[in-house]
């Protein structure tokens, strides 16, 4: 094959492009990727307020607690935050219970033996769910085009209101 036949954006086996999308900041990487969202406090921050508006801001907390409990080595602190996700996220007394597949299926009987992974199926479900549905509508929320637009104000630095004032003085 030559290379002009192969798509223009390849990806590597974790499912990143070989783009270097490391030079963009704020609401340019998050429109990039759920992935760069999730990585950017300021992001996260925002996507929570806009899933709590939505009556979903369970789904980035559930995905965020799996991401630290991933990083927990000692073996009682990790039974402790499975126990702590469990009932927070996971078990049908939960107020802020994750929709997951086979939840009806589950039960405390998880926690007996648990490991850095043992959230995984669950928390890429969850990311899946917002990948498809919340992050798409979050990328056309009011809240997110407002930022963008005042990021690309002080990158340009004229503010969208002069140039309007500007065009509008012309237009006589």
């Known amino acids: 094959r ?74 009682k602190q990790m039974h402790q935050k499975a126990r702590q996700i469990y009932m927070t996220f996971l078990s049908n007394k939960s107020s802020s219970q994750v929709n997951v597949e086979g939840q009806s299926r589950m039960n405390e009987t998880i926690l007996e033996q648990p490991h850095p992974l043992m959230f995984q199926k669950l928390q890429d479900q969850i990311f899946n769910l917002m990948k498809y549905d919340s992050y798409s509508r979050f990328l056309k929320s009011d809240a997110f085009v407002q930022s963008r637009r005042m990021e690309e104000e002080e990158e340009s630095g004229v503010p969208e209101s002069t140039a309007k004032r500007a065009s509008i003085s012309y237009n006589t």
């Open 2 to 75: 030559r290379s002009s036949d192969l798509p223009s954006e390849i990806n590597d086996s974790d499912g990143n492009t070989s783009h270097d999308h490391h030079h963009l900041k704020g609401t340019s990487s998050w429109a990039v990727s759920l992935e760069n969202l999730l990585g950017d406090p300021a992001g996260v921050k925002q996507f929570r307020e806009f899933l709590k508006k939505e009556f979903s801001e369970e789904n980035v907390l559930f995905w965020l607690a799996c991401e630290e409990f991933k990083k927990t080595q000692d073996k």
